[in-house]
Nanobody, 127 residues
């Protein structure tokens, strides 16, 4: 059983930065793609970013391109999401999830491609 724990969320002013971490336990995830999703109240859970097993491939939704960076440290079984130039519309609960062995697009952008999810961390950006 895989357990994912997100951390690093909080309240920040528009234009500020946060770095989210997702620590995995239970088994190594070094062969899996990993994804970050977010869900705002009353909205669907949407992809934010994804990263392949070795970091060689990444995906970003257009809404965060140029502002967010996804990375991973397989030795620590941890995935990161650096969020810069935050906007109020980035406010949501952010989730990390374990994806497939490959990096198939557009499948990797869909929540159904992911098997295990963390509990989420709240990010609130004030204007």
């Amino acid at each position: 059983q895989v357990q994912l724990v997100e951390s690093g969320g909080g309240l920040v002013q528009a234009g500020g930065s946060l770095r989210l971490s997702c620590a995995a336990s239970g088994r190594t995830l070094s062969t899996n793609a990993m994804g970050w999703f977010r869900q705002a109240p009353g909205k669907e859970r949407d992809i934010v970013a994804a990263i392949s097993w070795n970091g060689g491939d990444t995906y970003y939704t257009n809404r965060v391109k140029g502002r967010f960076t996804v990375s991973r440290d397989n030795a620590k079984n941890t995935v990161f999401l650096q969020m810069n130039s935050l906007k109020p519309e980035d406010t949501a609960v952010y989730y990390c999830a374990v994806g497939p062995l490959g990096f198939p697009l557009p499948t990797i952008t869909r929540p159904t491609a992911y098997d295990y999810w963390g509990q989420g961390t709240q990010v609130t950006v004030s204007s």
